[in-house]
């Protein structure tokens, strides 16, 4: 067409300079009028934000045959922001296979990934008040140029920034000492945050001081906060800047605080060395299934969008021994609708509709299950009158396939996600979802051929007067998380075995038995009620595994059990591979929330949404 000869005649005309964007040849000068043109959609995007498939393909002309690459220019920018924007033109030119090089008037841009914007004309806008490493697309005829900003920020921010604050803490010279200083009680120190998470709230201790002055400091950014109150939360763009437009990084918290009085500080203290957490690049987007008694609910959450939190209608959800998937399957749930007695299967995707139901809530109690990792047979323990058993029954048709042998009472059974094992708490008789004492832990393995588990092999005893339960296999299937408690008779002279018990730590164990691993940073100190631990399917720098804990959650909630999670590392042979843990945000404060079960990235799409 014309289009295309015309181009071919530029291209013949200047196939013989040496630069092609020499302005000494008119006819080959690189200016509008010799510009290539095309009709494009433009998408000037937000921060963060990357196109649909769709919309990738509506640069796209159909005129037009491109016989060489997009380049972007500048293709790369180093940007200092200090409060206010930056901006930088950008340009687009096509790189011809026969070495001509002719800029792009009307190129489709976009941003692809970071902090800042880019408009209709290829004017980039850096922000104001965060960095980050930002990628910018230019797109034409189905090629894409990239050109990449390096922005690094020193921001004040605050609801007192613009007051006496910055100049009084400026004048101060603060005491270096860990005796004075106000202490940060949010995050934990040494933590693990996933990247999918939104930005903790921070929070801290007045300490007699009545204001602060916060510093955030990563790799790209430094954010400093002053403040009279005692707690920050940055905004997305804030924290994105610390740590997720520049992934797996470390944020020092450096907490400074004083007596402000007029125009003055006095009695500034900082301590001695920050809080420091590590944000990883690896996320767990999802939705956990959670119960907040009496209801069951999900919680979704990434790092693009708010936190989403919804009832579900599970039919008759009492909940004991409830919430249990594999995770090679997660939407596939059993759970226990009253006490004691029957188990429920449901798929999430329409949580209201029983699929099968097993045991009559009286003979034959059924109360703890362990789906597949195929969605074809479950394991299910209970109580036939007064004897613990388990069966392996057929998923869709409800069968008895097979009883599993044990040499003791069993409960609490896992399938492993690859599908070879089975392991479960073996116990004194009597044991059930509510209660198992004297427990020790099992596994066996799954013949294919015949539809059965044997070989019955103990992989962890307790100690004296303890007990082990709740064993779940880690997404790789090579480990067992699971709880110690001592066991121990309480004022009434009732026996704390494996429920409610306030003397719960979370264990790690090989899945082929070895030495039992205390997880120290993610229990904490104290008794803390650390029950109920559940792995997210993915593994990233970390295996996340959640809990229910009544740690308290900085100066939000004391004393009332709350979803935690923590990074574990399965390749490290530290005697502890545990980091502090990190509250699951969107929880209510004021529920008491156990279970948690991780739905891998399916996030909520239901009705009842509701944005926190």
């Known amino acids: 067409d014309l289009r295309s000869l015309l181009l071919l005649v530029l291209f013949a005309a200047c196939n013989d300079k040496t630069d092609p964007l020499s302005d000494t040849d008119p006819d080959c000068d690189v200016d509008a009028d010799t510009s290539i043109d095309v009709d494009s959609n433009t998408d000037a995007g937000t921060e963060g934000e990357t196109d649909t498939e769709a919309d990738a393909d509506t640069d796209t002309d159909p005129d037009t045959t491109l016989n060489g690459f997009v380049s972007c220019r500048p293709g790369y920018t180093s940007l200092d922001v200090e409060g206010t924007s930056q901006t930088v033109q950008l340009f687009a030119d096509v790189h011809t296979n026969d070495g001509q090089i002719i800029p792009i008037a009307s190129p489709n841009w976009r941003m692809d990934d970071g902090p800042g914007s880019v408009d209709a004309n290829g004017l980039y806008t850096s922000p104001a008040d965060h960095g980050g490493i930002a990628t910018v697309e230019a797109r034409f005829s189905g090629e894409t140029g990239i050109c990449e900003f390096e922005i690094t920020a020193d921001a004040v921010t605050g609801p007192a920034s613009g007051g006496a604050l910055p100049g009084a803490f400026e004048d101060a010279s603060p005491t270096v000492s860990d005796s004075c ?4 009680i949010y995050p934990l120190d040494g933590a693990a945050i996933p990247g999918s998470f ?12 009545n204001a602060f002055r916060l510093r955030l400091t990563s790799s790209l950014s430094v954010l400093t906060v002053y403040s009279q109150a005692l707690s920050f939360t940055p905004t997305p763009g804030q924290w994105g800047g610390l740590t997720r437009f520049d992934p797996g990084v470390d944020v020092q918290i450096e907490l400074t605080a004083g007596t402000l009085s007029g125009s003055t500080l006095t009695d500034a203290c900082r301590a001695s060395t920050p809080t420091e957490v590590e944000v990883t690049d690896g996320g767990i987007n999802g939705t956990i299934v959670y119960w907040a008694p009496p209801a ?5 959450f990434d790092a693009n969008e708010s936190p989403l939190r919804a009832s579900i209608p599970l039919p008759g959800a ?11 399957l997660p939407t596939r749930m059993a759970y226990g609708p009253d006490i004691p007695g029957r188990t429920n299967l449901v798929d999430l995707g329409s949580p209201g509709t029983i699929l099968r139901s097993f045991g009559d809530g009286f003979f034959d109690r059924r109360d703890y299950a362990a789906p597949d990792p195929i969605g074809t ?4 323990s209970g109580t036939a ?11 869709t048709s409800g069968a008895v396939v097979s009883e599993v042998p044990t040499a003791r009472a069993p409960t609490m059974p896992n399938w492993s996600p690859d599908g070879s094992k089975l392991v479960y708490s073996g116990c004194d008789a009597g044991a059930s979802a509510l209660g198992g004492a004297n427990c020790s832990l099992y596994t066996q393995t799954w013949n294919a051929a015949t539809n059965r588990f044997g070989g019955e092999t103990l992989i962890a005893s307790p100690g004296p007067n303890e007990t082990l339960y709740y064993p779940t296999f880690s997404p790789d299937s090579q480990w067992v998380a699971y709880n110690r408690s001592e066991q121990w008779t309480d004022a009434d002279g009732e026996l704390q075995s494996s429920n409610a018990n306030p003397r719960a730590k979370l264990m790690l164990v090989n899945a082929n038995g070895g030495d039992q691993r205390l997880l120290s940073d993610a229990n904490g100190t104290g008794d803390l009620t650390n029950s109920w631990p559940r792995w997210a399917p993915t593994v990233g720098d970390y295996a996340w ?5 009544r740690r308290d959650y900085g100066v939000r909630a004391t004393d009332i059990p709350q979803l935690w999670v923590t990074g574990v590392d399965l390749t490290s042979g530290e005697t502890d591979p545990s980091k502090p843990p990190v509250w699951v945000p969107g929880q209510l404060t004021t529920e008491g929330n156990h279970t948690p079960t991780d739905r891998k990235s399916t996030r909520l799409n239901s009705s009842h949404e509701s944005h926190l």
């Open 181 to 184: 200083a106000s202490q940060l």
């Open 545 to 549: 595994l959640a809990y229910s804990t």
């Open 318 to 328: 009492i909940c004991h021994g409830c919430h249990t998937v594999n995770l090679a």
């Open 377 to 380: 047979y479950i394991v299910i």
């Open 385 to 395: 009158l007064v004897t613990s058993k388990m069966t392996l029954f057929n998923q």
């Open 198 to 209: 939104v930005a903790p709230d921070i929070q801290w201790s007045a300490g007699g001081a």
């Open 296 to 300: 069951t609910k999900a919680l979704s």
